[in-house]
C-alpha cells in the first residue's frame, strides 16, 4: 500500500497507526470511511467527495441499505475508487457536548472496525468524522478516533494490519498526532 508520508507511524499490537495529511479518495486501502449523513445518499464534504469519486453505483447500493443510525455504519463496494470498499459511518451533530455525541462518535470508530474484520479487510482509512459540518470539536474528536482505535486493535486486531487517519488539513493531522501523543504512543 502506497500512502503520502505520514507526520506520525506507530505499532500497535501488530496494527501499523499512522497519521496523514490526504485526500481520502485517492488511497489503496481495502476499506475508507465515510463521514456518511444518516441517508447514505451523499451529501458535502468528505460524503461528497467520495460519492463523486466513486460513481453513480455507489449511490444505487446505498439505496438498498435502508439508512443508517447516528453512531452504527454499513459497507458497500468501492467501485470507481482505489479503495474496495466504502465504511459508512454516521457520525453525531455537535450539540454542546452533552447529548450523547461523544458514545456516538466512539461508537462510529469501533463499528467500522468491527465491519472491516467480519470482512476480513487488512487496511483501513478514517477521515476526521463529524469535524466540518457537524461541528464535532476536532481537538476532542481526535482524542475520541485515536483512543478508539488503539483500544480495538490492541483488544482485537483481527484482520487489520494498518489504520491510517487521513486528514484533511495540517490542523487536523496535528490534532491526530497530539492524541497519539497524549496516549504516550509517538
Not at 470482512?119 to 461541528?135: E, M
Amino acid at each position: 500500500m502506497s500512502l503520502p508520508a505520514p507526520l506520525a507511524m506507530v505499532d500497535t499490537n501488530g496494527v501499523m497507526l499512522s497519521v496523514i495529511v490526504a485526500d481520502i479518495t485517492t488511497l489503496p486501502v481495502d476499506a475508507i470511511v465515510n463521514a456518511a449523513n444518516a441517508s447514505l445518499l451523499g451529501g458535502g464534504g468528505v460524503d461528497g467527495a467520495i460519492h463523486r469519486a466513486a460513481g453513480k453505483e455507489l449511490v444505487k447500493e446505498c439505496e438498498t441499505l435502508g439508512g443508517c443510525e447516528t453512531g452504527g455504519a454499513k459497507i458497500t463496494r468501492g467501485y470507481k475508487l482505489p479503495a474496495r470498499h466504502v465504511i459508512h459511518a454516521v457520525g453525531p451533530v455537535w450539540r454542546g457536548g452533552d447529548s450523547g455525541e461523544d458514545v456516538h462518535l466512539t461508537s462510529c470508530y469501533a463499528t467500522a472496525l468491527d465491519l472491516a474484520r467480519t470482512h476480513r479487510l487488512a487496511s483501513i482509512a478514517f477521515p476526521a468524522i463529524s469535524t466540518g459540518i457537524y461541528r464535532f470539536p476536532p481537538e476532542r474528536a481526535a482524542r475520541i478516533a485515536v483512543g478508539t482505535v488503539v483500544s480495538e486493535v490492541s483488544a482485537a486486531p483481527g484482520s487489520i494490519t494498518a489504520a491510517v487517519f487521513c486528514c484533511f488539513s495540517q490542523d487536523a493531522a496535528a490534532h491526530h498526532v497530539a492524541a497519539l501523543n497524549e496516549l504516550g504512543l509517538v
